[in-house]
């Protein structure tokens, strides 16, 4: 319960997700009808791109095909290009970032976005494809002809293209984590060259000469671990060995000789090797022991864990516990001798992990299905109607995906889910279509109240208020009148109202222009009508004044300016001397600034900053020099600093920090070394410091913290212990103290709602608030009101509508801004129960002011600036007499406090110009 001094606010409490009580198995979609055997449409190849499966099946009529599945009957199609030819005949299919790739009979080449328009055939390539290698946006492949070829393509027909041909037979492409591809050339027996590629004919070079390394007919493949990959290699001295090469000629050699001679450690051609965190798991024998192994590497790092006979094939993980399927028996180890033992003993099939469940199938006198609960470690029966057949095992958001055979014999496509709903609705707008939902997007708190576009299926997207419960959310104004849309857009606070762009049309003509809104229907009204076709975005404000990119036939996408007249509307500077305009973006407001990127011919797309004036207009720094982009995107000012990502061609895009001049804007770090670029995005401040989300090379989309020096910019933590859970790309986190709530992503749990807890750094699902995978629209990032957590997710039956997270955390925010706007800064750490809240500030002059609090209440004005705290009548906190000020307050200790809301804001009095200036506002909540 939110308590803001005696103001109560109502807000539904998600609750964590529960296992249902039992297992839930379904037929997916009997793709080929029928009840012979030979109706089978046997699934196959399944692969993972984004959260759906792809995969080969057959339907009876177009014969082997790539479909796709969401895991609902419904959602399970085949894929077919915008003339509705299907990709028939699929030999090797790979997904990389952006694309599924499918090498068919005949050797051309589709990629697939999973629409229509995304499917296209993109080359023919004479030979046989033999193996893929997905790397970023790229995929490597392996063609058989008359010789072996290598081959990349970034899913276009121009970007399809020969590396390589050689007369020896090509194997093992394997990525590194510096964006390159190690791949084997030679004859079925040793010795092999290693090669190794940057997707280019003129970076395709050989790593080193016949090193004896080993893989008959390629069932040795390399395997990254670290900064490099292991494979098995031999010589007359020690026979068959583990190897190591890092793509260097001097860093590719033996790592250890298991078994001393030339008898080598008998490597099972028949069993698999898993790389988890930064080991890789075999089966091997020294001599002495025979059974499972690990490495990273290195000698010393390559020890026994397990004695086992047969052959690895399967393997799961589940947090720090990984499991494996070696001969008859199922081990669970947590990658040390000590912690590695004998789970079950019976004739197993490990099928894989489902939320805290381990799903096998195991021999008891005729095969049974059984679910291991990692939690408990108890084992229970799985009532299962396809017993004993389950093949090619997916996880897919919060189901296990499957090829499974029922008692008739066809083998069709099956699901099984462990998980049920455990959250409930705030507010359910559309409630006339049965899991349609309003569509909600756009949340935006201004003034207490969260903001949001939202359809209802009268009104069209409109714009819509709430004060966190049910009853107090309501449609504002229908701007665009019935059914159309106004789409507001683009929510900033100015002079104390809610400014927005929306839509309004006159026949088949529509106008975009600039509105304002007080919550309420009589006082939102058109403010500045723009030019036909501005299609303006990018709004803030700053020293007063609102700032936009607009578009005209005249000086194309230029900034504009407004001052909030009609008059006072208008081109604040041309860059680009032509009709295409320089595309200005990235408005940000910093130390006094306004900075944006912007294109120009002579520059590129490079970081600008402008004081207000066409004059105090300025490149900051050509980081590209010519006419190629750095191309600056997620601007984020914090402290002295500005952060940003930008590309520069031997890094690819990274993260880059600027000070406001030429010489003090550098790259901070090169996370992701080579030329893909980490991407560094999602910049949030918290108690501990910048956050941000970056891609690095071993475990993926990451949390990281930076100070702005490169020996400060390291990773937090690996997301959820094991989970595989991922930050989302370009969805900044809530800050609640040194805790952020987040949107992600990990293996069992589609895109829900996250919490990452700075003091254990260790992350949770808050709630699944669609169980299963979920199709259309899933989550929009999380808004921070009065306490609350707000965010729109998709709901089983009431479709994509409201959710509220009370968390009972302690938080901070800033809200609105200061006079001089953004001159004046007031931050604060989370007033976390028992502790000392900090509050600093700065200013700049000759200048004394105060610190003072209020309980919450709606920002007016006072002396001509933004009044958050009411100063009249708000408790005075301390004096403030130096430009930079530290205040420690001490927070109540007693949980009654829990939940109390309150604001601060600073009052300066400018002794140079006798004239008044404030702060922005802070908004804080006592919790935990």
Same mark, same amino acid.
């Given at each position: 319960?939110?308590? %803001?001094?005696?103001?109560?606010?109502?807000?539904?409490?998600?609750?964590?997700?529960?296992?249902?009580?039992?297992?839930?198995?379904?037929?997916?979609?009997?793709?080929?009808?029928?009840?012979?055997?030979?109706?089978?449409?046997?699934p196959a190849m399944f692969t993972r791109?984004?959260?759906?499966?792809?995969?080969?099946?057959?339907?009876?009529?177009?014969?082997?095909?790539?479909?796709?599945?969401?895991?609902?009957?419904?959602?399970?199609?085949?894929?077919?290009?915008?003339?509705?030819?299907?990709?028939?005949?699929?030999?090797? $299919?790979?997904?990389?970032?952006?694309?599924?790739?499918?090498?068919?009979?005949?050797?051309?080449?589709?990629?697939?976005?999973?629409?229509?328009?995304?499917?296209?055939?993109?080359?023919?390539?004479?030979?046989?494809?033999? #193996?893929?290698?997905?790397?970023?946006?790229?995929?490597?492949?392996?063609?058989?002809?008359?010789?072996?070829?290598?081959?990349?393509?970034?899913?276009?027909?121009?970007?399809?293209?020969?590396?390589?041909?050689?007369?020896?037979?090509?194997?093992?492409?394997?990525?590194?984590?510096?964006?390159?591809?190690?791949?084997?050339?030679?004859?079925?027996?040793?010795?092999?060259?290693?090669?190794?590629?940057?997707?280019?004919?003129?970076?395709?070079?050989?790593?080193?000469?016949?090193?004896? %390394?080993?893989?008959?007919?390629?069932?040795?493949?390399?395997?990254? !671990?670290?900064?490099?990959?292991?494979?098995? &290699?031999?010589?007359?001295?020690? @026979?068959?060995?583990?190897?190591?090469?890092? @793509?260097?000629?001097?860093?590719?050699?033996?790592? $250890?000789?298991?078994?001393?001679?030339?008898?080598?450690?008998?490597?099972?051609?028949?069993?698999?090797?898993?790389?988890?965190?930064?080991?890789?798991?075999?089966?091997?024998?020294?001599?002495?022991?025979?059974?499972?192994?690990?490495?990273?590497?290195?000698?010393?790092?390559?020890?026994?864990?397990?004695?086992?006979?047969?052959?690895?094939?399967?393997?799961?993980?589940?947090?720090?516990?990984?499991?494996?399927?070696?001969?008859?028996?199922?081990?669970?180890?947590?990658?040390?001798?000590?912690?590695?033992?004998?789970?079950?003993?019976?004739?197993?099939?490990?099928?894989?992990?489902?939320?805290?469940?381990?799903?096998?199938?195991?021999?008891?006198?005729?095969?049974?299905?059984?679910?291991?609960?990692?939690?408990?470690?108890?084992?229970?029966?799985?009532?299962?109607?396809?017993?004993?057949?389950?093949?090619?095992?997916?996880?897919?958001?919060?189901?296990?995906?499957?090829? @499974?055979?029922?008692?008739?014999?066809?083998?069709?496509?099956?699901?099984?889910?462990?998980?049920?709903?455990?959250?409930?609705?705030?507010?359910?707008?559309?409630?006339?279509?049965?899991?349609?939902?309003?569509?909600?997007?756009?949340?935006?708190?201004?003034?207490?109240?969260?903001?949001?576009v939202a359809d209802d299926l009268v009104?069209? /997207?409109?714009?819509?208020?709430?004060?966190?419960?049910?009853?107090?959310?309501?449609?504002?104004?229908?701007?665009?009148? &019935?059914?159309?849309?106004?789409?507001?857009?683009?929510?900033?606070?100015?002079?104390?109202?809610?400014?927005?762009?929306?839509?309004?049309?006159?026949?088949?003509?529509?106008?975009?222009?600039?509105?304002?809104?007080?919550?309420?229907?009589?006082?939102?009204?058109?403010?500045?009508?723009?030019?036909?076709?501005?299609?303006?975005?990018?709004?803030?404000?700053?020293?007063?004044?609102?700032?936009?990119?607009?578009?005209?036939?005249?000086?194309?996408?230029?900034?504009?300016?407004?001052?909030?007249?009609?008059?006072?509307?208008?081109?604040?500077?041309?860059?680009?001397?032509?009709?295409?305009?320089?595309?200005?973006?990235?408005?940000?407001?910093?130390?006094?600034?306004?900075?944006?990127?912007? %294109?120009?011919?002579?520059?590129?797309?490079?970081?600008?900053?402008?004081?207000?004036?066409?004059?105090?207009?300025?490149?900051?720094?050509?980081?590209?020099?010519?006419?190629?982009?750095?191309?600056?995107? /997620?601007?984020?000012?914090?402290?002295?600093?500005?952060?940003?990502?930008?590309?520069?061609?031997?890094?690819?895009?990274?993260?880059?920090?600027?000070?406001?001049?030429?010489?003090?804007?550098?790259?901070?770090?090169?996370?992701?070394?080579?030329?893909?670029?980490?991407?560094?995005?999602?910049?949030?401040?918290?108690?501990?410091?910048?956050?941000?989300?970056?891609?690095?090379?071993?475990?993926?989309?990451?949390?990281?913290?930076?100070?702005?020096?490169? %020996?400060?910019?390291?990773?937090?933590?690996?997301?959820?212990?094991?989970?595989g859970t991922m930050f989302l790309h370009?969805?900044?986190? !809530?800050?609640?103290?040194?805790?952020?709530?987040?949107? @992600?992503?990990?293996?069992?749990?589609?895109?829900?709602?996250?919490?990452?807890?700075?003091?254990?750094?260790?992350?949770? $699902?808050?709630?699944?608030?669609?169980?299963?995978?979920?199709?259309?629209?899933?989550?929009?990032?999380? $808004?921070?009101?009065?306490?609350?957590?707000?965010?729109?997710?998709?709901?089983?039956?009431?479709?994509?509508?409201?959710?509220?997270?009370?968390?009972?955390?302690?938080?901070?925010?800033?809200?609105?801004?200061?006079?001089?706007?953004?001159?004046?800064?007031?931050?604060?750490?989370?007033?976390?129960?028992?502790?000392?809240?900090?509050?600093?500030?700065?200013?700049?002059?000759?200048?004394?002011?105060?610190?003072?609090?209020?309980?919450?209440?709606?920002?007016?004005?006072?002396?001509?600036?933004?009044?958050?705290?009411?100063?009249?009548?708000?408790?005075?906190?301390?004096?403030?007499?130096?430009?930079?000020?530290?205040?420690?307050?001490?927070?109540?200790?007693?949980?009654?406090?829990?939940?109390?809301?309150?604001?601060? /804001?600073?009052?300066?009095?400018?002794?140079?110009?006798?004239?008044?200036?404030?702060?922005?506002?802070?908004?804080? #909540?006592?919790?935990?």
């Open positions: 319960m939110m308590r %803001a001094f005696g103001f109560v606010v109502s807000a539904v409490v998600l609750s964590l997700p529960v296992l249902a009580q039992s297992p839930n198995l379904r037929l997916v979609k009997d793709i080929a009808p029928g009840i012979e055997t030979y109706h089978s449409s046997d791109f984004g959260n759906q499966l792809y995969f080969v099946a057959d339907d009876g009529e177009h014969g082997p095909a790539l479909w796709k599945t969401d895991g609902t009957k419904s959602g399970t199609m085949l894929i077919v290009d915008d003339a509705k030819n299907p990709i028939l005949k699929p030999k090797l $299919v790979s997904a990389t970032s952006q694309f599924v790739f499918a090498l068919t009979a005949g050797s051309y080449v589709w990629r697939t976005d999973g629409t229509p328009l995304g499917t296209k055939s993109i080359a023919y390539i004479s030979g046989d494809p033999k #193996e893929v290698c997905a790397h970023g946006n790229r995929l490597y492949f392996r063609v058989r002809s008359n010789s072996d070829s290598l081959w990349v393509s970034d899913g276009t027909s121009a970007g399809t293209q020969l590396l390589a041909e050689f007369r020896a037979q090509l194997t093992s492409l394997a990525p590194l984590p510096d964006g390159t591809i190690l791949f084997g050339a030679g004859s079925q027996l040793p010795p092999y060259d290693i090669w190794r590629t940057d997707g280019t004919r003129a970076g395709t070079q050989l790593v080193k000469a016949a090193c004896a %390394a080993y893989w008959p007919l390629g069932e040795y493949p390399f395997r990254q !671990v670290g900064k490099g990959v292991v494979f098995w &290699g031999s010589d007359v001295v020690n @026979g068959v060995e583990p190897w190591w090469s890092d @793509g260097t000629t001097a860093g590719t050699h033996p790592i $250890v000789d298991l078994n001393a001679g030339a008898g080598g450690s008998g490597v099972d051609p028949f069993s698999q090797f898993l790389v988890h965190g930064k080991y890789l798991y075999f089966r091997a024998n020294d001599g002495t022991n025979t059974g499972l192994w690990r490495t990273d590497g290195t000698s010393s790092g390559t020890v026994f864990l397990h004695a086992g006979s047969g052959s690895l094939r399967r393997s799961a993980v589940h947090k720090d516990r990984i499991f494996f399927e070696i001969g008859s028996r199922l081990l669970e180890s947590d990658g040390t001798p000590s912690g590695t033992r004998l789970l079950l003993s019976d004739d197993v099939r490990l099928h894989g992990v489902l939320g805290d469940k381990l799903v096998i199938e195991a021999d008891r006198s005729g095969w049974q299905s059984l679910v291991f609960d990692t939690t408990s470690r108890t084992w229970s029966r799985y009532p299962n109607p396809v017993e004993g057949t389950w093949q090619d095992v997916t996880n897919l958001g919060s189901q296990l995906v499957f090829s @499974g055979q029922a008692a008739r014999g066809d083998r069709e496509l099956w699901s099984s889910d462990l998980t049920k709903d455990g959250t409930r609705l705030l507010v359910e707008i559309n409630d006339r279509v049965l899991a349609f939902g309003s569509n909600i997007e756009s949340l935006f708190v201004h003034d207490g109240s969260l903001y949001f009104h069209g /997207q409109e714009l819509w208020i709430s004060d966190g419960t049910a009853q107090g959310t309501r449609l504002v104004l229908d701007i665009a009148g &019935g059914l159309a849309s106004s789409n507001p857009r683009c929510f900033t606070s100015f002079d104390g109202a809610l400014t927005f762009f929306a839509s309004t049309f006159s026949g088949n003509v529509e106008s975009v222009d600039l509105w304002k809104t007080d919550g309420t229907a009589s006082g939102t009204v058109r403010w500045i009508t723009l030019p036909t076709d501005a299609n303006p975005d990018s709004l803030t404000v700053y020293r007063d004044r609102l700032y936009f990119a607009a578009t005209t036939q005249v000086e194309g996408r230029e900034i504009w300016v407004s001052d909030g007249t009609q008059a006072g509307t208008k081109i604040f500077a041309d860059f680009g001397p032509s009709k295409l305009g320089s595309y200005p973006a990235e408005f940000t407001v910093h130390n006094g600034e306004l900075y944006f990127t912007a %294109a120009s011919p002579s520059t590129g797309g490079e970081l600008f900053a402008t004081d207000g004036t066409v004059a105090g207009t300025r490149l900051v720094k050509e980081i590209v020099p010519g006419k190629l982009s750095s191309a600056p995107t /997620q601007l984020y000012s914090y402290r002295d600093k500005l952060f940003f990502q930008a590309f520069e061609p031997s890094t690819g895009r990274e993260l880059w920090v600027t000070d406001g001049s030429a010489a003090g804007t550098h790259l901070v770090r090169d996370i992701l070394p080579g030329t893909s670029g980490s991407l560094p995005h999602a910049f949030v401040r918290t108690d501990d410091g910048l956050r941000f989300v970056a891609d690095e090379p071993i475990d993926g989309v990451e949390l990281w913290e930076t100070d702005g020096t490169t %020996a400060g910019t390291r990773r937090v933590t690996n997301s959820v212990a094991g989970l370009a969805v900044r986190p !809530v800050a609640l103290g040194r805790n952020l709530f987040f949107r @992600g992503i990990h293996a069992t749990v589609a895109i829900e709602p996250f919490y990452y807890d700075g003091a254990t750094h260790k992350t949770y $699902v808050i709630a699944e608030t669609t169980p299963g995978y979920q199709t259309g629209p899933t989550m929009t990032p999380g $808004v921070l009101c009065r306490g609350t957590v707000y965010f729109a997710a998709n709901h089983p039956t009431a479709g994509y509508e409201l959710f509220a997270w009370d968390s009972d955390i302690a938080s901070a925010r800033a809200i609105g801004h200061g006079c001089p706007n953004h001159v004046l800064r007031l931050e604060a750490t989370a007033p976390v129960l028992g502790s000392t809240m900090r509050v600093t500030g700065s200013v700049a002059g000759n200048k004394v002011g105060f610190v003072f609090l209020s309980s919450t209440r709606a920002t007016t004005s006072a002396f001509g600036c933004p009044d958050h705290v009411g100063v009249h009548g708000a408790a005075l906190l301390a004096a403030v007499t130096t430009p930079n000020f530290d205040l420690r307050l001490a927070v109540p200790t007693d949980p009654v406090f829990v939940g109390y809301l309150a604001k601060l /804001q600073s009052w300066f009095v400018d002794l140079t110009y006798a004239r008044v200036e404030s702060s922005n506002g802070l908004e804080v #909540e006592l919790g935990r």
